[in-house]
């Protein structure tokens, strides 16, 4: 069982899907910044694509992401045509450098553009880049899928497919607006399935309106018994005043911090006692998944997308809002997909925003990093005694250890991770390099 401290819970800290986190970007870095870091690029050098489809058939009341709906069709078509703009400029300034290694298309929905277009902005990136039967995977809308999309993305050789599932409970579906019942899924599961795409992961989520411990044991079980390779169980964070659509949630009807807390905690020993692997804290993995495989040789990434095996230094971000993200600096593209698409209509690298990583920033990062994907890292640069002395009520409560110059993060502390990174954070904590 897990230790539950509700001071700690209270205090938001960041997901930490890269570091510096995306509130510290700032306009100070830009489109000469990202070209000068597209021209450092050397040959060879493992490149991630990331392509952002911001649009969705259905706008779904919880979701934080940045994306709208495809209603305007001519708005649609514009922007796929400034991406596959973007996507030529960006490859002309790598001059054939670097090595496509894993292609991701993310939104938004994907599949709320036609099958043809994401063939199309596949074969754009295959044909620009230096890109030798990469991986590649596709998050879907189970809500928009077809027999059309199956066979699209297995004649495309798509590797792994994402299903955004968060809920099998009907009312809980019902009360974030996001209506797909069980039997849709197993259909969506069986047709990837007959067209030879194994590697499907869910996504899932506690802490939703009305959701009980009840709802989510269900919920679990179903999706045990439809066994993914990859399970992410994120927990719903309400923020109205920043995501206006989720004004429509009924906030009196939201689990409490002890309920989430509980409702964490049942994920975990629900899937690890079916066998999934944890990785970080909140991804699973079937012990044969090239994710478990990462983790338990100590390999596991984290970017954007989260919980990954994918170690390339260089990932390029492509659409509106989307991040790219070198060893010292990450970039952000214009969010406003109107903007966006002007700015590569004139010619221009779409980056407006970022953050720059000094040597000392490398080194957090890092340190950051191996504690959230392993559980464990080397302090290095870090003076041990402030450290120590700033980790002394996380030590004392047994969220972590320490194993001579290394901070241990405890089985009772893996809820607490991102808490113990962000006292290692430069913009949230006073603790100084040596």
């Not at 938001?12 to 830009?30: C, K, L, N, Q, W």
């Not at 079937?286 to 095996?309: I, M, P, W």
């Not at 406003?336 to 209509?345: F, L, P, T, W």
Request: glycine share 8%; net charge neutral.
């Amino acid at each position: 069982m897990w230790s539950y401290h509700p001071d700690l819970l209270a205090k938001p800290v960041p997901r930490y899907t890269s570091y510096p986190t995306a509130m510290e970007f700032t306009d100070a870095i830009g489109a000469d910044d990202y070209a000068h870091a597209l021209d450092g690029v050397e040959s060879a050098t493992p490149i991630s694509v990331y392509v952002h489809i911001p649009f969705c058939e259905q706008i779904c009341w919880y979701c934080g992401c940045n994306t709208g709906a495809t209603s305007r069709k001519q708005r649609l078509a514009d922007y796929l045509i400034a991406l596959q703009s973007e996507i030529a400029f960006v490859a002309k300034l790598l001059g054939g450098r670097g090595r496509v290694q894993h292609i991701a298309f993310g939104g938004g929905s994907p599949n709320a553009i036609a099958p043809i277009e994401l063939v199309r902005l596949l074969d754009r990136i295959l044909t620009v880049f230096d890109a030798h039967r990469p991986e590649v995977s596709v998050e879907l809308d189970p809500r928009g899928f077809t027999a059309e999309w199956a066979l699209v993305l297995a004649a495309a050789n798509v590797t792994r497919v994402s299903l955004g599932v968060q809920t099998f409970a009907p009312h809980v579906q019902q009360a974030i607006g996001r209506v797909q019942p069980l039997s849709h899924i197993e259909r969506v599961v069986a047709a990837l399935r007959l067209r030879d795409i194994g590697a499907i992961n869910f996504d899932l989520m506690y802490g939703l309106p009305g959701q009980t411990m009840d709802d989510l044991d269900a919920t679990l079980a179903d999706t045990i018994r439809l066994a993914p390779s990859r399970i992410a169980l994120f927990g719903y964070a309400h923020l109205p005043d920043m995501i206006p659509r989720q004004r429509r949630i009924d906030a009196s009807n939201l689990p409490n911090a002890r309920l989430r807390f509980e409702q964490a905690e049942l994920g975990f020993m629900r899937l690890t006692q079916a066998g999934y692997i944890p990785v970080g804290f909140d991804h699973f993995a079937k012990h044969d998944d090239s994710l478990a495989l990462a983790a338990l040789e100590g390999r596991v990434n984290r970017n954007f997308q989260g919980f990954t095996e994918d170690s390339a230094p260089v990932v390029l971000g492509f659409g509106a809002s989307a991040i790219s993200k070198f060893p010292d600096l990450i970039v952000q593209n214009e969010k406003r997909a109107g903007h966006y698409r002007d700015m590569v209509q004139r010619g221009l690298l779409a980056a407006v925003r970022g953050v720059s990583l000094d040597a000392q920033e490398r080194v957090r990062a890092r340190i950051i990093r191996d504690i959230l994907c392993a559980g464990r890292a080397e302090i290095g640069a870090l003076d041990l005694s402030e450290t120590r002395r700033a980790m002394s009520d996380f030590e004392q409560r047994g969220i972590i250890s320490w194993d001579a110059g290394k901070i241990v993060l405890q089985d009772d502390g893996l809820p607490y991770a991102r808490h113990v990174a962000s006292r290692l954070d430069a913009a949230r904590s006073d603790l100084m390099l040596a």
